[in-house]
């Protein structure tokens, strides 16, 4: 039977685990650390490791892992920034991952976010508990006549501006690949990334991390937007250089900021650090802005996500153990089927 490393577990991992049909064919190490260098020997006697976004897999991390004897790499996410896939290939390792689970999750949280920050929910929620029923600072604007500009339509960004229709929106679109048939039928303008960032009151991004997206939103990015934009990031935290950003909400330059994913998250999201002092001074001076609403990677986190998350990688590791094929869009590396031949 094949043996899992599953980092990075919660207690809701183990259960989805434990719920997902085929589970009791391998047998679970869940570990509550994150994968890095020193977590890398919980893998001792394991042939895959489930990792997750958090999770460090660079080449000194993987070389310990492939000498441990582990061949597998079974990401429970869609994003892959945090692998090293050309080590992966060269120390003989399959990787591979969850391609799609519930759009649905993220665009819904996404739109979640924008709602909140817009009508100073998280303010208004606040205050009321303190029997502060004053309105002054909770204003807000109608979503209707506005413009969303959305960087990256595909899955989730599709979702997220189907999700929109309802507000009588104008959708401006960007991305490398665009989908003009889907983009007429719904009403959406592909527009180069300029026209995107001047012309859109509400700015959401939904592209994935690459060299190309690292730091897409930065001081000449923000300054080319409206006065007063409104900037959405539910896709990785590292698409925002943090300190342009700080200023242009000291400067009011933005109006609002929701972020699910921050670019240095890795110390600090998923960890309750209620009685320490937040060692992170930019993470700590977003927050005190009242306008920043920031959420711990939590866009993906629904039951139905989840399900489908752990079915997936339930599923490669199997496939990987009896030397089935993968499916379809689940392979990022496949060094290992040659090694098997
Ligand atoms: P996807 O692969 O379906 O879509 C990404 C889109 O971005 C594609 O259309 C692609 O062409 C486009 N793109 C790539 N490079 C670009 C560039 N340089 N400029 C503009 N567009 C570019 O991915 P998805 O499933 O929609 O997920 C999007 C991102 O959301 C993921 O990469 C991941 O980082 C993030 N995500 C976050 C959470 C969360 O919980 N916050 C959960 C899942 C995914």
């Known amino acids: ?89 060269n120390l003989g390792l399959d990787v591979v991952r969850v391609p799609a689970y519930s759009p649905e999750a993220v665009a819904e949280h996404t739109l979640g976010l924008l709602l909140a920050l817009n009508r100073r929910i998280h303010r208004a929620y606040n205050r009321v508990r303190e029997q502060n029923f004053a309105l002054t600072g909770l204003m807000g604007f109608n979503l209707e006549g506005k413009t969303v500009g959305v960087i990256g339509t595909g899955r989730i960004g599709k979702t997220f501006i189907e999700l929109l229709c309802g507000f009588k929106v104008r959708v401006l679109a960007y991305d490398v690949k665009p989908d003009q048939h889907w983009a007429e039928k719904r009403g959406v303008r592909y527009v180069p990334l300029n026209e995107l960032l001047s012309g859109s009151d509400v700015i959401s991004l939904h592209a994935p991390l690459t060299p190309e997206t690292h730091h897409i939103i930065n001081a000449q990015t923000i300054d080319r937007m409206k006065n007063g934009a409104y900037l959405i990031n539910t896709s990785r935290g590292k698409l925002i250089d943090t300190t342009p950003l700080i200023e242009a909400l000291k400067s009011g330059k933005l109006g609002g900021v929701a972020l699910d994913v921050y670019e240095e998250e890795e110390n600090v999201f998923s960890r309750d650090l209620s009685d320490q002092v937040l060692q992170d001074d930019e993470l700590a001076r977003l927050l005190t802005f009242p306008n920043v609403l920031i959420t711990a990677h939590q866009a993906f986190f629904t039951r139905e996500a989840l399900a489908q998350i752990t079915r997936t990688t339930v599923d490669n590791v199997l496939r990987f153990a009896s030397d089935q094929p993968y499916l379809e869009g689940t392979v990022l590396v496949e060094a290992q089927s040659q090694v098997r031949a």
Do not use: H
């Open 1 to 89: 039977m094949i043996r899992a490393a599953v980092y990075d577990s919660k207690p809701y991992t183990r259960q989805f685990f434990d719920e997902t049909p085929g589970s009791d064919q391998a047998d679970w190490r869940f570990i509550e650390a994150k994968l890095d260098r020193d977590s890398a020997w919980s893998a001792k006697d394991c042939q895959a490791a489930c990792v997750f976004v958090n999770c460090v897999a660079n080449r000194p991390v993987l070389e310990v892992l492939a000498q441990l004897g582990v061949s597998l790499i079974a990401l429970r996410s869609a994003g892959y920034n945090n692998v090293d896939l050309d080590a992966a290939r």
